[in-house]
């Protein structure tokens, strides 16, 4: 049996979706305890666009929890895949950034980029399981844009200290990486279309 057959055995395994979404569930509650700091000093009306990683594992979690169920929440899948992409890739950079401008981010650094790096990685490694559409992806890409404005021309974004020298930079950079997102989105929705018409020939026969 091949590598990628086992994996995908485990990645069904209704065992270990409970232990995933177990694992997510307890990372969102403490993604949003980690922006506590933050969210003390935030205008209310902004409370929803400032904790990013913590929302974007929030969906993960609801889509997990709808397949344990044999649902699809195709518009939660939506926003789970480009969100957790987007905010997992982002933290790694940012700290990696740090690690650069200071030359140390203490364990809490690593485990950050350890953490976000994962989930991207789930987000992708799920993809055969999404059922979403193109209008699934549009509102979702709407959000995602939408929350770049809040952070970068209302200055939403999450706090690191040492690179606030570098905003207009790390916004540019944010803009186009949500971008790439939406875009993966997008040619998810063409393979789960493949994927279908795969299956029905199959079923055909």
Same mark, same amino acid.
């Given at each position: ?41 935030t ?6 666009f ?80 999404? %059922?979403f ?13 939408h929350?770049?404005?809040? %952070?970068?021309?209302f ?51």
């Amino acid at each position: 049996m091949s590598f990628w057959r086992q994996l995908t055995i485990l990645l069904y395994n209704r065992s270990f979706l409970w232990l995933l979404f177990f694992i997510n569930l307890g990372g969102t509650i403490f993604g949003y305890y980690w922006y506590k700091g933050q969210l003390s000093v935030t205008d209310p009306i902004y409370y929803l666009f400032v904790p990013d990683s913590p929302t974007a594992s929030l969906f993960f979690t609801i889509a997990v929890f709808g397949w344990l169920l044999n649902k699809n929440w195709r518009l939660i899948e939506a926003f789970a895949l480009i969100t957790l992409v987007k905010y997992g890739l982002w933290a790694v950079v940012m700290n990696l950034l740090t690690l650069a401008e200071t030359g140390d981010i203490g364990w809490e650094g690593w485990m950050l980029v350890g953490s976000h790096f994962a989930m991207a990685l789930q987000a992708v490694l799920y993809i055969p399981k999404y %059922d979403f559409s193109y209008i699934h992806v549009i509102i979702a890409a709407i959000w995602t844009l939408h929350n770049d404005v809040i %952070d970068y021309v209302f200055g939403q974004m999450p706090t690191y200290s040492v690179l606030l020298d570098f905003m207009s930079e790390i916004g540019y950079f944010t803009f186009w990486l949500s971008i790439a997102c939406i875009l993966l989105a997008l040619y998810c929705v063409k393979y789960i279309g493949r994927s279908k018409a795969d299956l029905s020939v199959d079923q055909a026969h």
